[in-house]
């Protein structure tokens, strides 16, 4: 598990891939992996949403390189910090 998230907004590229993501949300489930919480889910960038049935999930380890890092306010570390204690108590109920 990483030691922090990043922010929304942020955008990356994922190993292996050739579009760049954007960073809409956290701890995603997906019906086709039920069970399984992925780190983060995001869009195309910079299309966006271009469907509301498409969300890309993916993992912190899974990206290759971060190309911008979404906007960080005044509660942000905050909110962050909440999203990992979150995602650590989701990983020990799993184990």
Do not use: W
Request: proline residues 3%.
């Amino acid at each position: 598990m990483q030691e922090k998230y990043l922010p929304i907004g942020s955008v990356v590229l994922l190993k292996g891939g050739k579009k760049e993501l954007m960073i809409t949300g956290y701890l995603m489930e997906t019906k086709e992996e039920p069970g399984r919480i992925f780190d983060y889910c995001g869009c195309m960038y910079p299309q966006g949403v271009l469907r509301s049935d498409i969300t890309c999930v993916f993992d912190h380890s899974q990206i290759q390189e971060i190309f911008s890092l979404g906007y960080v306010g005044q509660n942000t570390k905050q909110f962050l910090d909440s999203i990992k204690k979150e995602a650590d108590k989701i990983k020990e109920e799993i184990i």
